[in-house]
């Protein structure tokens, strides 16, 4: 499949893995990018620039594919040093970068004068404009579905992507509740010329995350997911835990008086509890809700081929087929066999 996406990137498949704390690490970029896609390393998952570097080497040594690092500025308890992370990314010849979170802005002539392309992650048509404006490629488009932080508007995708595909000059690609086949041709019809998946490529066999975790995707609906840090405006969908339940009673006893210090327990470094050891109950750690659409754990190629071939029968035979009368009745279940 060709889209605006797939020859921006130089990639055969227009999926994107979305950066992941703890998450996006060498092995899973490599596999997303061997597969066809865009795999992402998460670059502050990396304590310092000289670990990014070696990061990225380690990536370059499991694929000869293009893949990206994600750059996230967000509130943090210390800030980290931007300029030397992007260093490390430009010394490595990564030549795609995901933002997300603030605007890239102040990073856009190191990005640019180093060949990068950017692709910006944000949750609002505003934020996809000045990101088009100062000189983004492309736009990951996350709507309020999405694992993560879905920021303040609440504007699920099937109104967010139709606005952005309004608005956007440059290519976008849809991002949060992207699981499959039919996700992917949505996505299609609805502007975007890819999609960017971020929860769903944690439950595969090559993401370097404990069992626990995978086995909780699988396990947990659509109803298991919830917003904390609202009062902060800094939103996050997580997983439901023991965890998030204290954290979810501090919020409540609170109220708008909440500080980050509150929660402290409940939101910092509860990522290596939870993908490294396992702690399911640790505290606050991102999920979308499309953990309703995951029931298995393939291989990061059996899922990126599954969605592929998929989406050529649903475009194919199912979508053709309503304009021949042939598939007046199919149902669209996850394999389209
Ligand atoms: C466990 C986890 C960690 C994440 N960490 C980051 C991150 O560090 N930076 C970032 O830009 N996005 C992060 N995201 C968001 C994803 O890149 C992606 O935008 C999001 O997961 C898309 O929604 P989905 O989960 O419904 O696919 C994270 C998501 C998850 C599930």
Known sequence: MKTAITELFGIQHPIIQGGMHFVGFAELAAAVSNAGGLGIITGLTQKTPELLAKEIARCRDMTDKPFGVNLTFLPSFTAPPYPEYIAAIREGGVRVVETAGRSPEQYMPALK??????????????????AEKIGCDAVSVDGFECG?????????????????????????VASGGMA???????????????????????????????????????????????LVMRALRNTERVLKNRGVDHLLEIEREKGASLKIDDIHEQVAGVYPKVMINGEMDAGAWSCGMVVGLINDVPTVKELIDRI?????????????????????????RAAVA
Do not use: W, Y
């Open 148 to 172: 993560g932080h879905p920021g303040e508007d609440d504007i699920p995708n099937m109104i967010l992507l139709p606005r952005a595909a309004d608005e956007l000059k440059i290519p976008f």
């Open 113 to 130: 004068a180093a060949g990068i392309k950017v692709i910006h992650k944000c949750t609002s048509v505003r934020h996809s404009l000045k």
């Open 308 to 332: 592929m071939a998929d989406a050529e029968a649903i475009i194919r035979q199912r979508l053709t087929g309503f304009l021949d009368g042939s598939t007046v009745k199919a149902p669209a």
């Open 180 to 226: 499959d086949a039919r996700s992917l041709v949505a996505a299609l019809s609805m502007g975007a010329a890819g999609m960017n998946m971020g929860t769903r490529f944690i439950a595969t066999r090559e993401a370097p995350v404990h069992d626990n975790v995978k086995q909780a995707l699988v396990k947990a609906s659509e109803l298991d997911t919830v």
